[in-house]
């Protein structure tokens, strides 16, 4: 039986730093990865908050850079679809579209994707224009004005970011009132350039090859109104990857693995890395971060269990 030290299921910025400590520890090492290096980052357009890359670097290419340095150190890739993964076995069972991979310890990094609106032209319009992450894409509206859709503590901190940043923020949501916490209420509703459309709710994007304005029907009265604005920051929520999971790791209510700061599931040898686990900040530093912690315990672990 072919088996790997170290299966790294995705290959986000979480995987591959969990890739390169595992090669340079003399692991043997794989990343399953079902599309590109990269993960969700790979459709950043422009990476500015991660330490060391060099202004206007892109996601993909900073991916592509993650790959090739675990890869120098002797990490394997696996351009594949995991379809289950049998996580109490000895060892560890992965199957794919591809084939069948043992592992003696499995790093989850499968990440997680923001959810849509669901409206036409949506996904065409990602990142020229349509954004799901303030923090990363916020500073290119600087002196501009935004719509951002969501009523819960991603939107109000996302508006309240974009609010120092834009000439003008629009908050659309569903509800008359924020669910956001309180902490957020005061500094949104003192914040002079913050527009609330209560009740309401974005229908259609405007503008041919960007965003110029996106449609707010009134859920009461049924009156839409055409909003001008140069992006439209959509902060509904997050949907962690765990479908292959969720029957055998534990998982929040959210959905997301439950998996300290140690990044260690229920399951000896199985850890959660990068967003895809409970966490308080979801950002490429705090990924890299959880694949070296990853890497250590899972030394941990592999040399106990050489012993049993």
């Known amino acids: 039986m072919n088996v790997y030290d170290l299966i790294i299921v995705g290959g986000g910025p979480g995987g591959y730093t969990a890739a390169l400590y595992g090669a340079r520890a003399g692991l043997r090492t794989i990343v399953l990865e079902k ?45 594949t679809e995991v379809l289950s993964v049998q996580l109490t076995e000895s060892p560890k069972r992965i199957e794919t579209s591809d084939g069948i991979f043992y592992g003696k310890s499995v790093v989850i990094a499968t ?95 405007l503008g041919e090859n960007g965003v110029q304005g996106v449609a707010v029907k009134n859920l009461q009265s049924g009156e839409v109104a ?14 962690p990857a765990t479908d292959l999971v969720k ?12 998996a300290d700061e140690t990044t260690q599931t229920n399951i000896p040898g199985v850890f959660a890395v990068g967003d895809v686990r409970t966490k308080a900040v979801r950002q490429i530093v705090t990924a890299a971060a959880d694949g070296a912690v990853a890497v250590h315990f899972a030394e941990e ?8």
């Open 35 to 79: 599309l590109s290096p990269g993960g969700q980052m790979a459709q950043t357009t422009q990476v500015d908050n991660y330490p060391g890359v060099q202004p206007g670097a892109d996601g993909y290419s900073l991916g592509e850079t993650m790959r090739q340095e675990a890869e120098h150190f002797g990490a394997q890739t696996e351009l």
């Open 111 to 205: 990440g997680a994707g923001p959810r849509e609106l669901g409206i036409d032209r949506e996904w065409e319009l990602t990142g020229r224009g349509v954004h799901y992450c303030a923090s990363c894409d916020g500073m290119f509206y600087r002196g501009k004005t935004v719509v951002v859709v969501g009523g819960g503590n991603t939107a109000a901190a996302d508006a309240l970011l974009l609010s120092r940043v834009a000439k003008k923020v629009y908050l659309v949501h569903r509800r008359d009132t924020l669910r956001a916490t309180k902490i957020y209420h005061q500094p949104l509703m003192e914040a002079d350039n913050v527009e609330f459309l209560w009740n309401s709710a974005v229908t259609e994007i």
């Open 226 to 239: 055409e909003i001008p604005c140069d992006g439209l920051f959509v902060s509904i929520g997050r949907k």
């Open 247 to 258: 029957n055998q790791l534990n998982l929040d209510d959210a959905g997301y693995i439950v």
């Open 301 to 308: 672990f592999l040399a106990q269990s050489s012993k049993v």
